[in-house]
C-alpha cells in the first residue's frame, strides 16, 4: 500500500483530491492512512465498518461509491477509480489527460499492468480496448452518462462496451511511460488463483458474453500462468453459471451490443472490428 501511496504521490500531475475508502481493514492500513492524510491535505479517508466477508464485485464498487459520495462530480473533469496494490510511473496521469485533451471521444483509459516476477517485470495480457479495472481513468462526463459502474462482477468490462455502444473509445496503451506494477497478479483470489478465474468466467458469462467467444478466448489464454488449468478454469467458471442457469445483467440492448461486437472480434479481429466502431458508430 505504502507503494502506491508513495508513487501518486510523486506524480508529475497530482489530484487535486485523493479520497481513500478503507473497507473495513483490521491490519495496520488506517494509521498508515492517517499519516499519510496529514502530511497531504488533499488526500481524504474515508473508513467504512467490516462487512465480515470479501465482496468481489459488488464490495469494489461499494468502496468505490462511499468515495464517490464525498464529492461533487461536476467540479472535476477527470477521475480515476485507483486500487492500492499498484505502483505507477511518474507522469502515469499527466499522460493520460494529455491523450483524453488531444481525443475528446476517449471516455476511459489506462496504462498496462505488469507483475514482478523473479526480479523481472512479466506482461499481464489485457486487450487494448478496455481501460483496465485497477486503474480506470475517466472523463466525467461520460461516465455520468454511462450510469456509472454496475454493482457485480465484469463491472470493469460492461462500461467499456457502454462507452462503445454510445459511440466514445474506451482504450489502454502498452508503453514505458504508461506501464504500473501490479503488485497482487490480476485474476487472483483470497481462496487462490484457479478460484479468481473461474470468477472471471462466471462474470463473462454475467455480462452476456457467448459459449463460442468464450471457448476462443479460453484458447488464446492457454499458454498463460498457470499454464492451460488456468484458461480452463475461466471456461469451466462461464460453463457452470451456464448450467446453473445463473441471472444475466438484464440490459438486452447491452448484449445484444456485446454479442454483434464479439462476432466482429471473431470474424474480423479485435484492432479492425473496434476501428469499425469508431467510423460507425451508429446512433447509440
Not at 488506517?30 to 466477508?53: F, K, M, N, Q, S
Not at 483524453?100 to 512479466?122: F, H, W
Not at 460492461?158 to 514505458?176: L, N, T, Y
Not at 471473431?266 to 479492425?272: D, F, I, S
Request: glycine share 8%; net charge neutral.
Amino acid at each position: 500500500m505504502r507503494r502506491t501511496l508513495d508513487s501518486v504521490i510523486a506524480q508529475s500531475e497530482q489530484p487535486a483530491r485523493w479520497v481513500i475508502v478503507d473497507d473495513g481493514s483490521t491490519d495496520e492500513t488506517p494509521a498508515i492512512l492517517r499519516e499519510y492524510a496529514e502530511a497531504h491535505p488533499w488526500i481524504e479517508v474515508v473508513t467504512r465498518e467490516d462487512r465480515g466477508h470479501r465482496a468481489v464485485g459488488p464490495g469494489v464498487i461499494d468502496a468505490f461509491y462511499a468515495g464517490y459520495r464525498t464529492f461533487d462530480p461536476e467540479d472535476f473533469d477527470y477521475l480515476c477509480k485507483l486500487d492500492l496494490d499498484l505502483e505507477l510511473p511518474p507522469r502515469y496521469f499527466e499522460l493520460l489527460m494529455r491523450r483524453m485533451e488531444a481525443d475528446p471521444r476517449i471516455a476511459t483509459c489506462s496504462g498496462k499492468a505488469y507483475i514482478e516476477r523473479d526480479g523481472e517485470l512479466v506482461f499481464e495480457r489485457h486487450g487494448d480496448d478496455t481501460s483496465l479495472g485497477m486503474t480506470k481513468f475517466y472523463r466525467v462526463s461520460c461516465f455520468e452518462a454511462i450510469g456509472g459502474f454496475v454493482r457485480e462482477v465484469m463491472w470493469d468490462g460492461i462500461d467499456c462496451h457502454m462507452c462503445r455502444m454510445r459511440g466514445w473509445v474506451a482504450c489502454s496503451w502498452d508503453e514505458p511511460e504508461l506501464r504500473f506494477v501490479h503488485l497482487r497478479p490480476m485474476g487472483s483470489s483470497q481462496q487462490g488463483i484457479l478460484t479468481g478465474r473461474m470468477r472471471h468466467g462466471y462474470g463473462q458469462y454475467f455480462m452476456g458474453t457467448g459459449l463460442l467467444y468464450m471457448m476462443a478466448s479460453a484458447a488464446f489464454r492457454l499458454n498463460e500462468r498457470p499454464y492451460v488449468i488456468g484458461s480452463m478454469a475461466v471456461l469451466w467458471g462461464w460453463i457452470r453459471s451456464a448450467l446453473r442457469r445463473l441471472p444475466r445483467y438484464e440490459n438486452p440492448e447491452f448484449r445484444k451490443f456485446l454479442r454483434e461486437y464479439h462476432w466482429h472480434v471473431l470474424t474480423r479481429g479485435k484492432r479492425r472490428a473496434v476501428a469499425q466502431l469508431a467510423v460507425s458508430p451508429g446512433s447509440r
